[in-house]
T-cell receptor, first 112, second 112 residues
């Protein structure tokens, strides 16, 4: 079946540091890949997505590239801010499916 | 923001009592989903609906039932709540199965 593995947190960074959160997946066919963000006390918001190999999703300074050869979709940001502190979820939707499979989430804590 | 509301937002109940959570949308989206979020597990799909009266099970459906009698409402029922069902429950919607899912604000349920 489909699965998503994310690096465990928390990830603790200082403001303006470079961020990488690793995400790898297992799926047959050509899944779509997503990053969602959850701010404290809120629901999940879509951060970015990619629907085919080599696509790069980007939003709010965050980027992730769909790498089929390494089955990865790592999230990166060049300079994090305190306001980026949240939990980040990697997810996939299998080809032909309508449901999402989520990773366990990675908490990011950014200090001034 | 997608028009999704969940009610109640917080509920404390006792073991063995029935509980119904409601998800209401104003987007006229066809698909609706119920997830639960637990530490160390990320989000896991409970049930989903692909149209009025059309539902299917997810990964963790035991102990839960759902109903969808109109497009805008998707109800999640715990027939006899157990402490293991203490969790945060999120509803999500999407226009089609292959579209992005948008999440509601969540319901925090505590079963004593």
């Amino acid at each position: 079946g489909n699965s998503v593995t994310q690096m465990e947190g928390p990830v603790t960074l200082s403001e303006e540091a470079f961020l990488t959160i690793n995400c790898t997946y297992t799926a047959t066919g050509y899944p779509s890949l997503f990053w969602y963000v959850q701010y404290p006390g809120e629901g999940l918001q879509l951060l970015l997505k990619a629907t085919k190999a080599d696509d790069k999703g980007s939003n709010k300074g965050f980027e992730a590239t769909y790498r089929k050869e390494t089955t990865s979709f790592h999230l990166e940001k060049g300079s994090v801010q305190v306001s980026d502190s949240a939990v980040y979820f990697c997810a996939l939707r299998g080809s032909g499916y309508s449901t999402l499979t989520f990773g366990k989430g990675t908490m990011l804590l950014v200090s001034p | 923001d997608a028009g999704i509301t969940q009610s109640p937002r917080h509920k404390v109940t006792e073991t063995g009592t029935p509980v119904t959570l409601r998800c209401h949308q104003t987007e006229n989206h066809r698909y609706m989903y119920w997830y639960r979020q637990d530490p160390g597990h990320g989000l896991r799909l409970i049930h989903y609906s692909y149209g009025v009266k059309d539902t299917d099970k997810g990964e963790v459906s035991d102990g839960y039932s759902v109903s969808r009698s109109k497009t805008e409402d998707f109800l999640l029922t715990l027939e006899s709540a157990t402490s293991s069902q203490t969790s945060v429950y999120f509803c999500a919607i999407s226009e089609r199965g292959e579209d992005t899912q948008y999440f509601g604000p969540g319901t925090r349920l505590t079963v004593l």
